[in-house]
């Protein structure tokens, strides 16, 4: 039975995970490379903000103790960084963290750039740091323009690893409380929240906090991974969630904790997720995974991103580039590391599917299913003028084997006869996923330049077009193998290129300029 598009058209697609992008930490942005991925993503996708750890890494710079003990602060780095971002419409979603060594109380640390992970001293000197840092940025960039960025109070403080303290959840509210009324002494228009948890941690307990002590707060933001799953049950087969819910429900979960507190009309943000995998506790890997850079990782991007778009505010993959150090960094072509492109920028599955989805514009259009598709499929459409756009995946979950390809029937409603031209961009491995094809080449360290070539062609997605009659439908057909997912578009075909030689007698033309040149 065919899945039938109708002309009826519904709200837009929200895409909240077109609101944020990641970055590893703030001193890689030093680096051009990683701009000139930002650069490349901006121009293909456009997110309006960026989060990354580390602002306040000794590797910044950003605060030093004088010899009185009085502190010192600076942002050269800070502002060299800010200023890129915005120049490519990127607006901070700020991080406030590590601890500055001058202020930290312990020399516990963290990744492989040793960020300082501890609490403060004197918790009036961190309040200090992000008043004075909070002061400065409306100084360089104006009130009007802060107002819009979002400040986040530290990463992870639920895990030991992110914040070393016998009593994590008590200093977390003083680090929290310090910093929410440091950025609101400066304006209180200007947006602060956390706990930036993982494992969507302590959200009720945040809120019950802010509202018990009446600390501001302007959104809430934790995260979760598909690894959390094995993590948390010991494998995805022992976990009580059904087949692929698990992130959809932690999702689900945390929306209803915020609309049914005292606090109900807090933002949502997820900052940080990604395509991370495995079916064991005893596979989960945090530095060689396949899922990251394969096919399989893009239609997970694809499932959930379709899935959850009307249950946050904004959702953020971690990360956009391989160019990433919390471990030492790879110079490998394909590396199982973060990024939706490699270190030189080629694009997964993961980037492509961002990209496509990226394409749908206008409101959403009803669809009549007619039966119940296999479990990880989807399609979605959307019209803008008189364009359809539309995207569909065949999504495999990892424990379900292999699977036939799904073949599908479409029908799409048109209210204007005629011809229109179908095109399809498809993901599929060799085309729209390099990595597989790099890898049955014998994973070279150091490609030809041929080879990078092919490599980047192959890392794009397979294009075709098709010229279709409409008289009250148009109809086609979806064929998608497990892990594949394509865009596709329907616009009318326009009037054809008007050849110059009809408005124009070329011939008469050049006999008059060479007649001209002739009588000078």
């Given at each position: 039975m065919a899945i039938e598009i109708t002309e009826k058209t519904t709200e837009k697609l929200n895409m909240p995970w077109k609101k944020t992008i990641t970055v590893g930490r703030a001193y890689d942005l030093i680096r051009e490379d990683i701009l000139n991925h930002l650069r490349y993503l901006q121009q293909e996708i456009g997110y309006s903000y960026i989060r990354f750890h580390a602002l306040f890494d000794d590797s910044m710079g950003v605060v030093k103790r004088r010899k009185d003990g009085t502190l010192s602060f600076q942002w050269h780095h800070v502002d060299k960084i800010y200023d890129a971002l915005l120049d490519m419409g990127l607006r901070p979603f700020?991080?406030?963290?590590?601890m500055p060594e001058a202020l930290a109380s312990g020399a516990t640390t963290m990744f492989h750039y040793k960020m300082n992970v501890t609490p403060p001293r004197k918790f009036e000197e961190w309040g200090m740091l992000v008043e004075k840092f909070t002061e400065h940025c409306v100084d360089r960039y104006g009130l009007d323009e802060v107002k819009k960025w979002y400040f986040e109070v530290w990463n992870e403080p639920n895990l030991q690893c992110f914040w070393d303290s016998e009593t994590p959840q008590e200093d977390y509210w003083k680090l929290y409380d310090a910093a929410a009324f440091a950025v609101k002494s400066i304006d209180s228009d200007l947006k602060v929240g956390g706990p930036s948890t993982a494992y969507a941690g302590w959200v009720k307990e945040m809120i019950e906090h802010c509202t018990s002590n009446d600390v501001p707060i302007d959104f809430v933001s934790t995260h979760v991974y598909q690894l959390d799953e094995p993590i948390d049950f010991g494998s995805v087969k022992a976990s009580p969630h059904e087949k692929g819910q698990f992130m959809i429900d932690n999702f689900k979960s945390v929306k209803k904790i915020v609309r049914r507190s005292s606090m109900p009309d807090l933002e949502i943000h997820w900052t940080e997720?990604?395509?991370?995998?495995?079916?064991?506790?005893?596979?989960?890997?945090?530095?060689?995974?396949k899922a990251m850079d394969n096919l399989y990782g893009g239609s997970l991007v694809a499932y959930n991103c379709i899935e959850l778009d009307e249950v946050c505010d904004s959702m953020a993959y971690w990360t956009a580039s391989d160019i990433f150090e919390e471990h030492p960094l790879s110079n490998a072509p394909f590396s199982c590391t973060y990024g939706l492109v490699t270190n030189?920028?080629?694009?997964?599955?993961?980037?492509?599917?961002?990209?496509?989805?990226?394409?749908?514009?206008?409101?959403?259009?009803?669809?009549?299913?007619?039966?119940?598709?296999?479990?990880?499929?989807?399609?979605v459409a959307t019209k803008e003028l008189k364009t359809i756009n539309g995207f569909a995946y065949n999504h495999l979950f990892i424990t379900n084997g292999d699977r036939k390809a799904w073949s599908q029937a479409v029908?799409?409603?048109?209210?204007?006869?005629?011809?229109?031209?179908?095109?399809?961009?498809?993901?599929?491995?060799?085309?729209?996923s390099a990595k597989e094809v790099w890898k049955n080449i014998g994973n070279p360290q150091n490609l030809t330049p041929i080879q990078e070539e092919a490599i980047r062609k192959m890392a794009e997605p397979e294009y075709s077009f098709k010229i279709l009659d409409a008289t009250d439908s148009i109809s086609f057909d979806i064929v998608l193998n497990s892990n594949e997912f394509l865009y596709f578009e329907l616009k009318p075909v326009d009037e054809r290129a008007v050849s110059k030689s009809v408005e124009y007698d070329l011939n008469k033309l050049n006999k008059q300029l060479f007649t001209d040149e002739a009588t000078k």
């Open positions: 700020v991080e406030l963290n590590p997720w990604n395509a991370q995998t495995a079916t064991t506790k005893g596979d989960v890997t945090f530095v060689d995974n030189k920028g080629i694009p997964k599955a993961t980037a492509n599917a961002f990209r496509l989805m990226s394409k749908l514009r206008g409101n959403k259009l009803e669809i009549n299913l007619g039966e119940d598709l296999p479990h990880g499929c989807g399609v029908s799409v409603m048109v209210s204007e006869k005629g011809k229109y031209l179908l095109t399809i961009a498809c993901v599929k491995v060799g085309a729209g």
